[in-house]
């Protein structure tokens, strides 16, 4: 029997498997696929990892990265009909779009690009350099589109990371790991450069944020996950929680403020964080804006009686959402309360007082209360109180410059969007680059590569100059 070349390299491999217990130089089994079992093994193949990557050039980095931006492009439809199936969270239709963005817009190594200056005095070199090993900790809302985006920005930097994905998008998080992982390896890279914990747990979360050998902490999650990591003492991200309002003024193009706002509430069943989650509008423009709304054939306005009905759902005694409802689609939350929606409704909206709960909740769900105000000053003063102090995304809609600036100026939020939907703050039908770890808290904003850095400087004095 003639064996062919591919046969004979695949023997060579195993033979040295057998013989190393290992194939790879970062110390992982040869069909070790990106998922450990303790948190300490993690580490130790992260640490071997992250310093066999720094040998390689920045162009097998960036090919490599290239390579998983492919990945998710070909596995798309799968991960989309998982995260669905898995999480029952969102749309199939928009966790593709999300897959994509995450995979075409999310920076890679060009994002670390370092910065001189020269003067007088010599040449100074500013380089992004890399952390070391990441743990990262994802949310069920997004669980392929916040690996897709921590895995390139974290490698671009020159990192590894390990993963302890949300415990009910565990499969999910894990599917699209274990093939980024595949990805890596096949591509030269090391193994073990990405990983996730097998079964992540909030132990397992405390033990990662513990560990003395992870050297940075993101968490992209509510507050408690935020609070976590910012209280451990290491370099941390925390990017939390949101409530955007979106305000609407009287000199807006309303038909375009109410389908931006329809299109916007509704991607995702509304589970993106940076998601129009109430309206505010000035009086003078609300019934044209609701009936503008209504005309686009997708939103559903809520009779008083089921308003109270759905309130009671959503919310529980406690004052707690009913997380079963969370990122459904608008005909199973209503049918719960007796009313039969067709498929073309994407959204329920309803008029709210000022202090209804709902305006106040981040709900996630395609449920959006419109509250009315009397003009731009009361507007401008009621959404940065919904906000809450997240400093989040916010959303306008309007002509007059001085309002926006206004309202930019009050709400303080690391996203602000003008006359669109939400997601264009996000790079979706937006300028810039697309974040799934938004940064609030810390300030680092839409993330990126850099992010993931730590800044070091190389002076040489009187040296270099060619002018
Ligand atoms: P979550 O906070 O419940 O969970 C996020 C991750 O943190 C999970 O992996 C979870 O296991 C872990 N975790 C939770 N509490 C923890 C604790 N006390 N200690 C250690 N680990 C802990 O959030 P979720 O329900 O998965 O996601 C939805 C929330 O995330 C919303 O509030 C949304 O606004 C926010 N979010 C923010 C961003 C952003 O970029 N700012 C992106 C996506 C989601």
Redesign the pocket.
């Known amino acids: 029997m003639a064996l062919s070349e591919q046969d004979l390299a695949g023997i060579i491999q195993k033979v040295l498997t057998e013989l190393n217990g290992s194939s790879s130089t970062s110390g992982a089994p040869a069909d070790f696929d990106g998922i450990h079992q303790n948190v300490d093994s993690a580490v130790d193949c992260a640490i071997r990892a992250q310093k066999e990557l720094l040998k390689l050039t920045l162009k097998k980095r960036g090919e490599i990265i290239d390579a998983m931006r492919q990945t998710v492009l070909d596995n798309n439809e799968m991960l989309a009909d998982m995260a669905v199936e898995e999480t029952s969270l969102g749309r199939y239709e928009d966790k593709i779009r999300e897959n994509i963005l995450c995979a075409t817009k999310t920076p890679g190594i060009e994002d670390i690009q370092p910065l001189a200056k020269t003067g007088d005095d010599g040449l100074m070199l500013l380089e992004y350099a890399p952390v070391g090993v990441i743990g990262a ?6 669980p392929t589109g ?1 690996v897709i985006h921590n895995s390139i920005s974290m490698i671009a930097a020159g990192n590894a990371v390990i993963f ?4 009910s998008a565990v499969t999910t998080s894990s599917t699209i790991l274990k093939l980024l992982h595949k990805t890596i390896v096949d591509n030269g890279g090391p193994a073990g450069l990405i990983s996730a914990i097998a079964k ?1 747990t ?1 132990d397992s ?2 033990e990662l ?1 513990e560990h003395p050998k992870v050297n940075m902490l993101v ?4 507050k ?2 935020v609070r ?1 990591v910012l209280s451990s003492g290491k370099k941390a991200i925390g ?4 409530n955007p309002p979106v305000l609407v003024d009287e000199t807006a193009h309303i038909r375009n403020a109410a389908e931006c706002i329809v299109s916007g509430a509704s991607i995702n069943n509304n589970i993106f ?1 940076t998601c129009e989650k109430e309206v505010v509008v000035v009086d003078e423009v609300a019934d044209s804006l609701i009936k503008f709304m209504l005309e686009t054939g997708k939103a559903y306005m809520l009779t008083p009686d089921e308003v109270e009905r759905v309130t009671k759902l959503v919310l529980t005694d406690k004052g707690k959402i009913n997380t079963k409802l969370v990122g459904r689609n608008v005909q199973v939350i209503l049918k719960e309360i007796g009313v039969t929606l067709g498929e073309e409704y994407r959204l329920a909206i309803f008029e709210a007082p000022k202090d209804h709960p709902l305006v106040w909740t ?1 709900q ?1 769900m395609p449920i959006l209360p419109i509250v009315r105000v009397r003009n731009i000053e009361e507007g401008i003063d009621f959404a940065v109180q919904v906000e809450q102090g997240n400093r ?1 995304t916010a959303i306008m809609h309007s002509t007059n410059v001085d309002n926006m600036t206004a309202f930019a100026r009050a709400v303080q939020t690391t996203i602000f969007v003008k006359n669109g939907p939400a997601y264009a703050g996000i790079g979706l039908g937006g300028e810039g680059h697309t974040a ?3 940064a ?1 808290p810390t300030g680092e904003g839409m993330t990126s590569a850099r992010s993931f850095t730590r800044q070091r400087r190389c002076t040489l004095v009187e040296g270099f100059r060619i002018i």
Do not use: K
């Open positions: 900790l994802t949310p069920i809302t997004n916040t302890n994905p949300h415990p992540p909030l979360a405390r944020i968490a992209t999650g509510g408690p996950v976590a990017a939390g929680a949101g964080c981040e996630m989040h799934f770890t938004i609030g």
